[in-house]
């Protein structure tokens, strides 16, 4: 936790201990962490969420994948757009409804995801380092409970596709 003699510590309104400075912190330390150990495959955390995500639950429209990954419309334009640009996924127009973009990981998107999941699990184990076992069961436990109760806050609802 936060120095305990530092000056309004204990205060109720100590910006330092509240959830969503430490939840920003950790967002900051988990990506400094994660670029630094997958920096031989070149990804940052949001393209390889959306390579994992297309391979686990296959091609998809545009929209459905922002869903997925909880992304805006915006952000996933761009973060795709860079993956396309290296030939690590497809955008096609979808025969239903030519406005929709469909898209699906490519073998190279599969060959580098390849390589990018042990770095990205060598991350992820550095996170949470400073955690015991049951505390790491304890954090992922609790903020699967907190991004699911807050899910209709969010500006990009996550939801996985329809089968």
């Not at 967002?27 to 070149?42: K, T």
């Not at 505390?135 to 109760?149: N, V, Y």
């Amino acid at each position: 936790m936060n120095d305990p003699t530092a000056a309004g510590h204990g205060q109720e309104d100590n910006f330092l201990d509240m959830p969503g400075h430490l939840l920003r912190r950790c967002h900051q330390i988990g990506v400094a962490v994660f670029l630094e150990d997958c920096r031989a495959v070149d990804l940052t955390p949001l393209q390889f969420g959306l390579l994992a995500a297309l391979e686990r639950f296959g091609a998809m429209d545009q929209a459905s994948l922002g869903r997925v990954a909880a992304l805006d419309r915006t952000t996933i334009v761009v973060v795709l757009g860079k993956l396309a640009q290296r030939d690590l996924v497809t955008r096609t127009p979808s025969r239903k409804d030519r406005r929709a973009k469909i898209v699906a990981i490519t073998e190279a998107g599969r060959a580098l995801l390849a390589k990018a999941m042990p770095l990205a699990r060598q991350a992820q184990e550095r996170m949470v380092e400073p955690l015991s076992p049951s505390e790491r069961a304890q954090l992922t436990a609790l903020l699967a409970k907190m991004a699911d109760g807050n899910n209709r806050l969010s500006r990009a609802p996550h939801s996985l596709p329809q089968a």
